[in-house]
Structure formats: C-alpha cells, structure tokens
C-alpha cells in the first residue's frame, strides 16, 4: 500500500485567504488526484495533478481556485484562494501507484473557514 | 457522465443482522471500490472488484460485482457495532485509472 501524508491535517483560515495543502507520497507516482469533501456529501474530483504538465481540472472547478503543483513524483500541492466559508470541506489526495492496485487516500485535510 | 448511485442511503441495522447496500453505475467500468469512512477521518480501502463477477470478503463483509448489471453489493453478516461508519462505492470509469466517481454514501448505524 502507498504512504501519503497530507499537510496540514486541519486549519482554520479567514475568508479571503489562501491555504496550500501538502500531498507526499512514498513512492513515484505518475497522477495524484485531488477531492473534496463538503459537509455530509460524498467526494468529488477536483483535478488530476500530472508532474511536468498542467492539471486538469474536472467540471466545476477552475486553476485561479485551485492552483495545484506537482514538481515531482512524490509530491503534489492544491491552494484554495481566496476562501469563503462555502470552501469548509474536508480535501484530501489520492493516488493509484499502478494498473490494478487500489486508489490510496490521504488523512485529508479539514478546512473551516471563518 | 458516469453516475453512480447507492441504496439505501441511511441503514439502521441491529446487532446480529444481515443487510445488503447496492451500487449501481451508469456506463461500463472495470473496477470498482468499496471505502469505510469514520466520521472526521480520511477514507479506508475496503475492497476493489476488477471482473464479472468478482467477490471478496473480509470478515462480516462480503463484496461482489456484477458488470454486466452494472451493480455492486456489499453485505454485511451478522452486523456488529464497530461496523457503524459511512461506506462509499466508487467507480473508476476515467480513461485514466484512478479518478473515481464516488456514490452518495451510506451511513450504517448498528444498534445492540
């Protein structure tokens, strides 16, 4: 199984800032996935983080929102800008090492804003 | 649009009993999941069904995938409290693997 650590684990952040959430990962991956969890719903995609390339964003959700990087293949980093309360979701990462394994999750990061 | 649906959505079930939570999916996929999320954590691999067919178990659950209906079943045997958690269906139907498409959630309540 893969090892992600997720950073930070919780914040609570003021509208109209901006908080990047950290994504490691044991091991090379070739995409790392970013979801979002708003209260009491199930996930959804955000964006596909691809190393040396742009991210693709899914339907709803928009780069200037959601910077995401991905410098290498162990790493990646989604930004919430310029937040609203309406962003207070759990995110979390995930990532797929090879064909026919399982899709692994981060601890997810909670966010609240205020 | 892939579209995955599960019934029921809230289970309230009593210590000793047996129930099914299914999860249908809108257009061909060949592999499913099965995630147990307790409240406030992250999610927690339970099962992936890769073929027609397929069935795995662990413990008092029980997992099977039929594509050609396009329907998963998890079941649950002889329910005990520490199975109460939300549990997650989701379909991996991207041309990519791994952007996955959850269902709604069920909320599993056991009672003693």
């Not at chain 2, 269902?103 to 003693?112: D, F, R």
Request: proline share 4%.
């Amino acid at each position: 199984s893969a090892v992600i650590s997720q950073k930070p684990s919780r914040d609570i952040c003021q509208r109209g800032t901006s908080l990047t959430i950290q994504c490691q990962v044991d091991s090379q991956v070739t995409m790392m996935f970013w979801y979002r969890q708003q209260p009491g719903q199930s996930l959804t995609l955000i964006a596909t983080a691809n190393q040396g390339s742009e991210a693709t964003y899914e339907s709803g959700f928009v780069i200037d929102k959601f910077p995401i990087s991905r410098p290498n293949l162990t790493f990646s980093t989604l930004t919430v800008s310029n937040m609203s309360p309406e962003d207070s979701s759990i995110y979390l990462c995930s990532v797929e090492r090879t064909v026919n394994t399982e899709a692994f999750f981060g601890q997810g990061t909670r966010l609240t804003v205020v | 649009e892939l579209k995955v649906e599960q019934n029921p959505l809230f289970l309230s079930m009593q210590e000793g009993k047996n129930y099914t939570i299914y999860c249908n999916y809108s257009t061909t996929s060949d592999r499913l999941y099965w995630y147990r999320q307790d409240p406030g954590k992250s999610l927690e691999s339970l099962f992936v069904l890769l073929s027609n067919g397929a069935v795995k178990q662990e413990g008092r659950l029980m997992a099977s995938l039929d594509t050609k209906a396009r329907l998963s079943t998890l079941h649950i045997t002889a329910a005990v409290h520490d199975l109460s958690a939300t549990y997650f269906c989701a379909v991996d139907g991207g041309t990519s693997y791994g952007k996955l498409t959850f269902g709604q959630g069920t909320i599993l309540t056991v009672h003693p």
